[in-house]
């Protein structure tokens, strides 16, 4: 059991889930407001043994240092890699504290998204012109996704299963996806083939630059369902020069740029589509069971 634990920020939990954690900590903290500055986290963390916190803030060394009974850090958010972390786990290792992280928990809303906001547009629903002209189906519509992992393997299954021609570009071949019938495809090849090209990539990975975005071309749909851009900002905004062009996405993360947003050929939800009720629910559970672990050794 820890002594204290302590949410350095609002992390998301189910009040389920956040009774549930008083049979693992002696003491229990948890602040409303988003830490402004490494010395705000450092006195919100003061001598607690463990830590919760989500996307919004960073947990970075100066402050872990100021925190000598830190013992645990649950990254109440999702953690591909070390590098795109918001928490310095190179220091945490070497200073014996663990970090924990959860993925794969707001998929189904992304791609529920994505289907309703693609339809809108190849239909002219919502008092928008249609795409080409005349309404048109998903069936046979050539679409690209770029980084096959969870999301956007649902993603491609959902247009697949709609009738779309599926190809793909990861770093690694997909022979499950393949089996599908999803069509591999070098990226220059599948962004001047496809039609819609779906960008899902990890945080901070930028694929496409100024050359890539000559290969899309024109009268090309772009979705980016990343945490952050998946796109130089600056030939992202030069392809949107081109009236022809559409881009989607939900978050501001995910647009990059706020100056991005006024523009006609932009769809800017504003909201995260991911964030749903059954989301929260899977993140309180995925949070709990990383907890539950680290205490057992696990």
Aim: aromatic share 8%.
């Amino acid at each position: 059991m820890f002594e204290k634990l302590v949410a350095i920020e609002p992390v998301g939990l189910v009040p389920e889930a956040e009774k549930e954690l008083h049979t693992y900590a002696r003491e229990i903290v948890m602040f409303d407001g988003v830490p402004t500055d490494d010395a705000e986290i450092a006195a919100r963390v003061g001598d607690a043994d463990a830590v919760l916190l989500s996307y919004t803030s960073r947990l970075n060394r100066a402050a872990m240092e100021r925190c000598p009974n830190l013992r645990y850090v649950g990254m109440c958010c999702s953690l591909y890699s070390e590098e795109s972390a918001n928490v310095d786990i190179a220091y945490a290792r070497t200073h014996g504290i663990d970090v924990r992280g959860i993925r794969d928990y707001g998929d189904h809303g992304v791609v529920e998204y994505v289907l309703w906001q693609l339809v809108e547009i190849l239909h002219g629903f919502g008092g928008h012109a249609a795409w080409d002209g005349l309404p048109r189906e998903i069936t046979r519509l050539r679409v690209g996704v770029v980084g096959l992992g969870v999301t956007g393997g649902m993603i491609a299954d959902a247009l697949h299963f709609l009738g779309a021609d599926v190809r793909y570009f990861s770093r690694t071949r997909k022979p499950d996806a393949e089996g599908k019938g999803f069509r591999y495809q070098p990226l220059h090849t599948l962004l001047e083939e496809c039609e819609v090209v779906f960008t899902c990539l990890n945080k901070n990975v930028i694929l496409l630059h100024e050359e890539e975005f000559a290969r899309l071309g024109s009268h090309k749909i772009m979705f980016n369902t990343s945490i952050g851009p998946a796109a130089d900002l600056t030939a992202l905004a030069k392809w949107l020069d081109d009236p022809q062009n559409l881009f989607c996405c939900d978050t501001i993360g995910a647009l990059g740029d706020p100056a991005l947003q006024g523009r006609g050929n932009v769809r800017f939800l504003g909201i995260s589509s991911g964030r749903t009720r059954e989301m929260y629910g899977l993140l309180s559970e995925k949070v709990l069971a990383n907890i539950k672990n680290h205490l057992a050794g696990c």
